[in-house]
């Protein structure tokens, strides 16, 4: 069974950057997106951005400009970097897979990211 570890949260002042990263326990094949997900106490999840498997993205309209996703190799399967980060950045980030063979669909335990104003 495929496990994905995000890393890379933390306490940061606004303004400020970190970098997410997401790592399997396995090699995934064939995947066919690489997503960051986001959910802030009180509300719903929501989607940050994605990257394809031939190399689209796209982002929320409140990351544009600010956050970058890419992909990694082997079990680092991706990352976001998050720059310029805001109080209401603060959330839960999470890492999600879809595979297309066989169609599998793999998350994340979650990483806190927080921003102080």
């Known amino acids: 069974q495929v496990q994905l570890v995000e890393s890379g949260g933390g306490l940061v002042q606004a303004g400020g950057s970190l970098r997410l990263s997401c790592a399997s326990s396995e090699v995934i094949y064939r995947i066919s997106a690489m997503s960051w997900y986001r959910q802030a106490p009180g509300k719903q999840r929501e989607l940050v951005a994605t990257?394809?498997?031939?190399?689209?993205?796209n982002y929320a309209d409140s990351v544009k400009g600010r956050f970058t996703i890419s992909r990694g190799n082997a079990k680092n399967v991706g990352y976001l970097q998050m720059n310029s980060l805001k109080p209401e950045d603060t959330a839960v980030y999470y890492c999600?897979?879809?595979?297309?063979?066989?169609?599998?669909?793999?998350w994340g335990q979650g990483t806190q990211v927080t921003v102080s104003s």
């Open positions: 990257i394809t498997s031939a190399g689209s993205t």
């Open positions: 999600n897979i879809l595979q297309s063979w066989p169609r599998s669909d793999y």
